[in-house]
Structure formats: C-alpha cells, structure tokens
C-alpha cells in the first residue's frame, strides 16, 4: 500500500513532521477474506439498523467518504473522496495521544486505525480499528457543521495542558485495549491491564485541561447524540460503529441528559458501554458549549493562571508575551507582582518563536540551559515597551550600543549593553544584552553577566499559555508515543484454510457463476471449523437469494438455527444475520 507521501490530498500533505511520526502503512494486502466478511456484516447491520437512527443519511455519507459495503476501503480511495470536502486520512497503530489525536483533527485529516476488530469482537472492540474510525467518523464529515465543530475542537485541543498522569492513563488504556483484541488473550495479564486502569484513573488528582476536553470530545464525537431527549439520533462514531451499543443506547436504562458544559462532570471508561448518553439539539450548540470550556483555558487566559498550569504539567509549554513573542520550554518558575506574573523561567532547552516560527539563533540548542525574563511596565512609564516608538525607545535611553538600566515596577532592573533589538509585528519583542546583569528588588542576582549575552523577552503581560512548543517542527519536539505496539496475528495453516473457504464465497458473490462448489465449502467448514458461522452465514445467504440447493440451505439454516440456541454469545448475531437474509438491503447500495 502506498505511503502517506503518496497520497494526492492537501491536508495529508500540510501535516507537520511531529504528526506525521505517527503514520503507517495500511497494508491493504494484509487483510484476510475474514477481516472483509467482518467489515460487510457489520456494515449491512449498521445499514439495516442505522438507516433509522442515524442523524445523517448512512449510504451517502458512506460515498462521500469513499466507503462501501461490501470491502475494507483503501486509504487511497478514502483520500480521493475526502479530498473532496476538504479533509483527509492517515492510517496509525491503535490510539495515539489525546494532544496528537486533536491535531490531525485540526489539520483536517482523520486517523485511521489500520488494524480491524477480530471475528470473536465483531460487535464491539475497546480498541480503535478501520470500522470504528472510518464507517464511524469518516460518513458525518460531509455535513459542514459537523466537520467545521470536529476540527475547531481539534485546534481548541491540540492548546490543552495535559499532566503526566494523563499520558500514564492513555499508555495504560492502549494496553489494555490490546489486550483485549489479542486471541486468547492470558485471563490473568487482562485482569492486571484492567487493574492499571483502574488505578490510574483513581490516581489522577484535579482533571487537566486534556482531560476535561476529552470528556467533551468523548460524549460529543464518539458518543452524542442529536435532536430532543424524546427522539435523539446517532451520529457519535462509537455508537456508528458498534452494532450492539447502537441498538442498545436507545433504551430506557440508558440515560438521556441535553448536552451542556455539565458533560465535563462525567468521567468515562473506554471498555465498557455508557450508562447515559448526552443529546444536543444541534451542532451550534456543541461550539457554543466549547466555547464555554475554551474561556477557562490558559491559551485564553493566560497570566499567573496559565504559567502555573505549565509548571504543573512539567511538559513543554509555550507563553505567549502581549507582544507576540512566545517562550518554549519546561516551565519551572514564575515571580508575582500584583496578580501578573512580574518575571518567568524555563530550565533546559528553550525557544523564542513569533506567529510559531522560530527565531532565527533563538533554537532550543542556543537557549539550552533555560530562558528567563521579566514581564511588565517600566518604572515611570503607563506605556507598556513593546509599544514605544523610536522616538520613545531613545528618550529612555534604549538604543543598540547604548548601556541601558532598565527598571520594571515589579522591582526587577536589567543592566548591560545593548547588542541589538528585534522587532516584528509592529512592536519591540526581544532586546539582547552583553554584560548584563539581572537582580530583584532584593538585591538578588537573576542573570549574572559570566552566562553570556542575556535575552530579554518584551510585553507587559502573558496573554497565553498552551502546551506544546510554538513551532513545533524547529523545536524537534517529538509527541510522547508509546512503546506498546499493537498486536498482529500470525495465521497456522488451518486458519489459512479457512481464509480461502472465505475467500472462494467472496468471489462467487462478485462474480456469479455456478454454486455447486458451495456443498464442498460447507462440508470443509463443518469438518475442519465447526465453530465458525459467519462464512455459514454468506453461503445461506448466496443459496437463498437465488433459490438454489434447498435441502444445502435448509441444513445450514438448522446449523445456525442450533447454534444460536446452544451458544448464547452467537444468539444475537446469527439471529440478526438471519434478518438481513430476509430482508436484503438493495444491492446498490453495497458496490
């Protein structure tokens, strides 16, 4: 399969280098005949169930995502189609971080699991995969409104401050969701994963930022509701894809509550079904309530709020000078003057950046040990300096090649020769010193002049604080990923055989022809994997509609008839493959 470089779609093609980490091949040649009859079950149940439910026209929305019934799709043909409406997708290993997840999502490219749920998780998987991700989300991109909310949260998002607590909970999540999607998973090593999670998300302390925007993404995107609490539809991608969860959210036990900025209130757990669901009236009212969340956040608020939200996260973060300058690295300290913050410090590599461009000279390896610089108002002066005009600068006796002793009201004076002054944007935003000197109002040294020139950062005020480096990319800030990979199954011989007992169905279906090797089909099944019922499923349905070997229909009818009964996990499926036997989706819909 083709590379992501590959793919003739702009928003593939804008993705940043620290996103693009994330990125694998899908490996199209590497699904089995079983992997697409799981892929055409589920979506002929999602088809016969969500044509009902669903808020947005199914088989449209399928089309204009490049998705069809009847395969896995192609991340070619996905791209082709979405390049359309003006996204795109990239195919990863099972989940990626929250922070990296909301990026592509502000970049406007969805994020494919390549991988796809077993037979034996055919209902529903705790772990990402092509059905979840693509007949989930991809469908509802079309809607404008809806797309338009997805990658504005996206960009809200990818500011979030997230913990270490937080990166801790999704390793032990992914861990777990792997777990669950390995055949014959040990018992025991499943218990320890579920008791990980559990731990971590007693051991979380205050909710983050990340985390709280994930509940909203989580009750609104994976799985909201829209219309009145009466009458709701389906358009989550958790509840698109689950053809058990759809059907049983629906129910009385299933709380409906209207979607406010109260969702924030209500953790969730990954693996297990949602015992309420939130109802939006409509996709304004999911902006407005992000909105609201978005107005208590450090990117928005900034000030000594923000700058203790980056010290506490103990991540890369970046503030933001009200002269546009913005400080990358791991915060550690902040002074206070009056409730603003009157001087901030960063230790080990740092960055200056503007607009997220890096300033030329002002990379992580210049600023290697950490970045520190006052924040405020001269002494003597209501003009904050970044807005003084050349005139101004000279009457304060700022001037490159002049000795300066600038004194802010906070107490703070800087003292040195001025090497140069770096404007942009219209105001001052950097004055570099040699031979400075840096104290407090006590007396106590800040920057001594034996640590080299001194850069000192320009504005009165931190406007905003986010986390992550402004530009990323020159910072070569690599997004935390995790080690864990997914698992992938190496097929013995007898499941091979099986593969091609699928695969002989499939192409009689796409080709027509005589059905008299289907007797041969079905005696293979039944002497070699007699558990199986699916592939029993697809000859029945071949075999009746088109009225052919009925004492060979009957026989497998009265199979899955008894398994049905004898095996509880299959009742529902069988019974609900039988159905659709029945009563057939039209076939256009399905090429």
Known sequence: MSRFNDFNNPQVAALPAHLKQFIVDQHYEHYTPVDHAVWRYVMRQNYSYLKDVAYYPYIPGLQKAGLTIEKIPSLQEMNDALGKIGWGAVTVDGFIP????????????????????????IEYTPAPDIIHESA??????????????????GSIGAKAMFSAQDFELYEAIRALSILKEMPNADAEAIKKAEERV??????????????????LHWWTVEYGLIGSLDDPKIYGAGLLSSIGESASCMKDNVTKLHYTIDAVKYPYDITKTQPQLFVTPTFQNLIDVLEQFADSMSFRRGGIYGMQKAIDSKNTCTAVYSSGLQVSGTFTDVM?????????????????????????GHGRDYHKDGFSSPVGLLKGYDKPLEDFSTDELTTAGIGKGREAKLEYKSGIAVSGKIKNIHTDGGKTQLITFTNCTVIDEKG?????????????????RIVSVFCGAADKDAFLEVALKSQTNTHHTEYDSRTR????????????RQTGGDLGFLGNVWMMLQKYHHDDWLCALEILELLEHENAEPALAAEIRQFLIAKAASQPEY??????????IANPIEEKLVV
């Not at 929250?98 to 034996?120: G, K, T, W």
């Not at 206070?336 to 030329?360: D, H, R, V, Y």
């Not at 106590?444 to 009165?460: H, N, T």
């Not at 009742?571 to 659709?580: A, E, P, W």
């Open 98 to 121: 929250p922070a990296a997840f909301m990026e592509y999502q502000a970049y406007r490219v969805l994020v494919i699991a390549a991988d796809i749920r077993q037979l034996n998780h």
């Open 336 to 360: 206070i003057e009056n409730g603003s913050p009157a001087f901030i410090k960063t230790t080990g590599p740092s960055a200056l950046a503007f607009n997220n461009k890096q300033l030329k």
């Open 497 to 508: 055989e099986l593969h091609k007992l699928y695969q002989q169905v499939r192409n009689r």
């Open 444 to 460: 106590a040294i800040l920057f001594d002049p034996a640590w080299g020139d001194y850069d000192m950062a320009v504005g009165e």
């Open 571 to 580: 009742r529902k499926l069988i019974d609900d493959g039988l159905y659709l």
């Open 198 to 215: 559990d731990w971590q998300q007693a051991n979380m302390g205050e909710p983050s930022e990340m985390a709280l925007l994930s509940r």
């Open 136 to 153: 989930g989300h991809a469908p509802i991109i079309a809607d404008k409104d809806y797309h338009n909310y997805l990658s504005y949260f």
